[in-house]
């Protein structure tokens, strides 16, 4: 299998990382982007272009046995050099160049295994912060056999199932070398497109404590696990996944998610399947495989098949589970991203306002501290339960106009939304007036190119802005001559001084109208349109040099909320 573009860029990314520096490169990839080939990869060209030894370590049974497949079938010719070491497996290979372990067999066993020249740990986002973790002992004594061998981490996310950053400089993973983001992938049609619902239901997570980062399990259960709760969110996953085929529900405890599977499995009077933690092996591998293979439409899980699960038929995830990890988020989310030929996209159904407290999956906005407080990023539509950006006033998905806000001018603008970013409303303001000020980024250079600020009032307290670059080279001076054209027969300004001047003496037209662009994740919107009035006769010369000082010193406006 030839490796697609994005993965070759990552796997030449490790390479000259660690050719450049001394320390730990981690490499970011969303879930079902195909972290294996670039494992498979990295593993053939050290053993058969470098005579080197490699240790893959995981963390699930599931994990282990998908890479070390995926390595037979992605490598033929180290087909006898890849082994296994697993407690759980009943496997214990220890003499080949390449060995798939799972943690939790070998962290005391180092010297058992022999050395090895590369250490790869897949979904890296599990390693601990601090401490004598299994993952450190391992690797401490892996580097008294060897004090050359260099650790790499891949991960779909680059912050840990709880809070916090992966990479930093006294962890055990050190710099992001490679990146490429959920959105891209979907573009390029290597991901399957997410929608999103959120539930009628709502449910209350703020007398919620909070513990090392999660809310406090048996508190969690206890909120969710409720029969009005339960009953109404049967009735909703049985009303939205009609059309699907298979529907992977996480549940916030074990007698939760029995609870769920008991409540849908009467009310659909179809089979509903549980793995859960003390579910028996053969159990499991039996659920599991009804699943993949579309026996199973239902599946309920606690905590089970959150990484390493590999069912690309997945079609809707749905979320009755609170998460103040954004990377437990994303990992549920993350179970509906591979494409399959029976699936167009997969549809998010969110029963414990994860989405609203996250962000978009492809833009997670990290909680700055452990309670989580502040407000929520994103809104859902009262009428069809879309997940949006908190700034559109009208719904992208079904058109409901939301009433007006009551907002201070400058207050800034919560700006992630939907499941995904990017996704995009046009609205048309009618404009109550037109305000002009000399604008002047905050802490910039003396001589450094100002702009004039437009600001269009589109109700009470209610503005768009647009910067006016007069005093820009290039094509950004020709589109600040190309919008006086339009709304002038004055003579064109010089600088920003002159502009805002001339402005405030009639100059310009009425502007009645503007059209605006606003696409989730992304922190400004656009004004893309606008329905003007008749330009206004101009006779007058511009403004004498007195005036126009005294207005840059009147119409100032300085801060760093512009766009460029």
Same mark, same amino acid.
Request: proline share 5%; hydrophobic share 35%; glycine share 8%.
């Given at each position: 299998?030839?490796?697609?573009?994005?993965?070759?860029?990552?796997?030449?990314?490790?390479?000259?990382h660690?050719?450049?520096?001394?320390?730990?490169?981690?490499?970011?990839?969303?879930?079902?982007?195909?972290?294996?080939?670039?494992?498979?990869?990295?593993?053939?060209?050290?053993?058969?272009?470098?005579?080197?030894?490699?240790?893959?370590?995981?963390?699930?049974?599931?994990?282990l046995?998908?890479?070390?497949?995926?390595?037979?079938?992605?490598?033929?010719?180290?087909?006898?050099?890849?082994?296994?070491?697993?407690?759980?497996?009943?496997?214990?290979?220890?003499?080949q160049?390449?060995?798939?372990?799972?943690?939790?067999?070998?962290?005391?066993?180092?010297?058992?295994l022999?050395?090895?020249?590369?250490?790869?740990?897949?979904?890296?986002?599990?390693?601990?912060?601090? +401490?004598?973790?299994?993952?450190?002992?391992f690797?401490?004594?892996?580097?008294?056999?060897?004090?050359?061998?260099?650790?790499? +981490?891949?991960?779909?996310?680059?912050?840990?199932?709880?809070? +916090?950053?992966?990479?930093?400089?006294?962890?055990?993973?050190?710099?992001?070398?490679?990146?490429?983001?959920?959105?891209?992938?979907?573009?390029?049609?290597?991901?399957?497109?997410?929608?999103?619902?959120?539930?009628?239901?709502?449910?209350?997570?703020?007398?919620?404590?909070?513990?090392? +980062?999660?809310?406090?399990?048996?508190?969690?259960?206890?909120?969710?696990?409720?029969?009005?709760?339960?009953?109404?969110?049967?009735?909703?996953i049985?009303?939205?996944?009609?059309?699907?085929?298979?529907?992977?529900?996480?549940?916030?405890?074990?007698?939760?998610?029995?609870?769920?599977?008991?409540?849908? $499995?009467?009310?659909?009077?179809?089979?509903?399947?549980?793995?859960?933690?003390?579910?028996?092996?053969?159990?499991?591998d039996?659920?599991?495989?009804?699943?993949?293979?579309?026996?199973?439409?239902?599946?309920?899980?606690?905590?089970?098949?959150?990484?390493?699960?590999?069912?690309?038929?997945?079609?809707?995830?749905?979320?009755?589970?609170?998460?103040?990890?954004?990377?437990?988020?994303?990992?549920m989310?993350?179970?509906?991203?591979?494409?399959?030929?029976?699936?167009?996209?997969?549809?998010?159904?969110?029963? $414990?306002?994860?989405?609203?407290?996250?962000?978009?999956?492809?833009?997670?906005?990290?909680?700055?501290?452990?309670?989580?407080?502040?407000?929520?990023?994103?809104?859902?539509?009262?009428?069809?339960?879309?997940?949006?950006?908190?700034?559109?006033?009208?719904?992208?998905?079904?058109?409901?106009?939301? &009433?007006?806000?009551?907002?201070?001018?400058?207050?800034?603008?919560?700006?992630?939304?939907?499941?995904?970013?990017?996704?995009?409303?046009?609205?048309?303001?009618?404009v109550?007036?037109?305000?002009?000020?000399v604008?002047?980024?905050?802490?910039?250079?003396?001589? $450094?190119?100002?702009?004039?600020?437009?600001?269009?009032?589109?109700?009470?307290?209610?503005?768009?802005?647009?910067?006016?670059?007069?005093?820009?080279?290039?094509?950004?001076?020709?589109?600040?001559?190309?919008?006086?054209?339009?709304?002038?027969?004055?003579?064109?300004?010089?600088?920003?001084?002159?502009?805002? $001047?001339?402005?405030?003496?009639?100059?310009?037209?009425?502007t009645?109208?503007?059209?605006?662009?606003?696409?989730?994740?992304?922190?400004?919107?656009?004004?893309?349109?606008?329905?003007?009035?008749?330009?206004?006769?101009?006779?007058?010369?511009?403004?004498?040099?007195?005036?126009?000082?005294?207005?840059?010193?009147?119409?100032?406006?300085?801060?760093?909320?512009? &766009?460029?």
């Amino acid at each position: 299998m030839k490796p697609r573009q994005y993965q070759t860029e990552a796997v030449n990314a490790v390479y000259s990382h660690l050719q450049t520096r001394d320390d730990n490169p981690c490499v970011v990839l969303p879930t079902g982007s195909g972290k294996t080939i670039v494992i498979s990869t990295i593993c053939k060209d050290a053993v058969l272009k470098w005579g080197g030894r490699v240790l893959i370590l995981a963390h699930v049974k599931e994990l282990l046995e998908q890479s070390a497949d995926k390595l037979h079938a992605l490598t033929p010719k180290l087909f006898l050099n890849v082994g296994l070491y697993s407690a759980g497996l009943r496997r214990r290979d220890t003499e080949q160049a390449i060995i798939v372990a799972g943690i939790q067999s070998v962290y005391k066993k180092a010297c058992d295994l022999g050395p090895f020249d590369l250490i790869i740990v897949d979904e890296s986002h599990l390693l601990p912060p601090d +401490g004598e973790g299994m993952y450190r002992s391992f690797l401490k004594d892996a580097r008294t056999i060897n004090p050359n061998v260099r650790l790499i +981490g891949l991960t779909a996310t680059p912050y840990r199932m709880k809070t +916090g950053e992966l990479c930093g400089p006294d962890n055990l993973l050190n710099h992001v070398c490679y990146e490429i983001g959920v959105k891209e992938l979907i573009v390029q049609g290597y991901l399957c497109p997410l929608i999103s619902k959120a539930s009628k239901a709502k449910v209350d997570t703020s007398n919620l404590h909070v513990r090392g +980062g999660e809310f406090i399990p048996k508190e969690t259960e206890e909120l969710m696990d409720t029969d009005e709760l339960v009953t109404a969110a049967c009735k909703e996953i049985i009303e939205h996944t009609k059309d699907r085929k298979s529907v992977l529900i996480f549940s916030s405890g074990v007698a939760h998610g029995r609870h769920i599977a008991q409540v849908l $499995a009467k009310k659909s009077g179809e089979e509903v399947g549980t793995v859960f933690g003390d579910t028996l092996a053969f159990e499991r591998d039996a659920t599991l495989e009804d699943f993949k293979t579309g026996k199973l439409k239902n599946l309920v899980n606690v905590n089970v098949l959150t990484t390493g699960f590999d069912a690309p038929n997945i079609d809707c995830v749905v979320m009755v589970r609170p998460t103040m990890s954004a990377g437990l988020y994303y990992q549920m989310v993350g179970r509906g991203f591979r494409l399959h030929e029976d699936k167009t996209d997969c549809l998010v159904l969110d029963f $414990a306002g994860n989405i609203l407290r996250h962000g978009p999956v492809d833009a997670i906005k990290l909680q700055t501290n452990e309670q989580g407080n502040g407000e929520a990023p994103a809104k859902e539509c009262p009428e069809c339960q879309s997940v949006i950006a908190l700034g559109y006033t009208v719904c992208p998905d079904c058109g409901y106009e939301f &009433p007006e806000p009551e907002k201070k001018k400058h207050d800034a603008k919560a700006t992630d939304a939907h499941v995904l970013s990017g996704k995009i409303a046009t609205t048309e303001y009618d404009v109550m007036g037109v305000d002009y000020f000399v604008h002047y980024k905050r802490d910039a250079p003396e001589d $450094a190119p100002r702009t004039m600020r437009v600001e269009y009032r589109t109700g009470l307290w209610q503005h768009q802005s647009e910067w006016v670059c007069f005093e820009h080279d290039g094509y950004t001076r020709e589109k600040a001559e190309s919008w006086w054209r339009k709304r002038s027969n004055a003579p064109m300004p010089e600088n920003v001084d002159e502009a805002v $001047a001339m402005a405030q003496k009639g100059a310009l037209c009425k502007t009645k109208s503007i059209k605006v662009r606003s696409v989730s994740g992304e922190q400004y919107d656009s004004i893309i349109g606008y329905r003007l009035g008749e330009k206004p006769d101009w006779h007058t010369p511009y403004v004498d040099e007195e005036e126009a000082h005294e207005a840059f010193f009147t119409n100032q406006f300085y801060d760093d909320e512009v &766009p460029f």
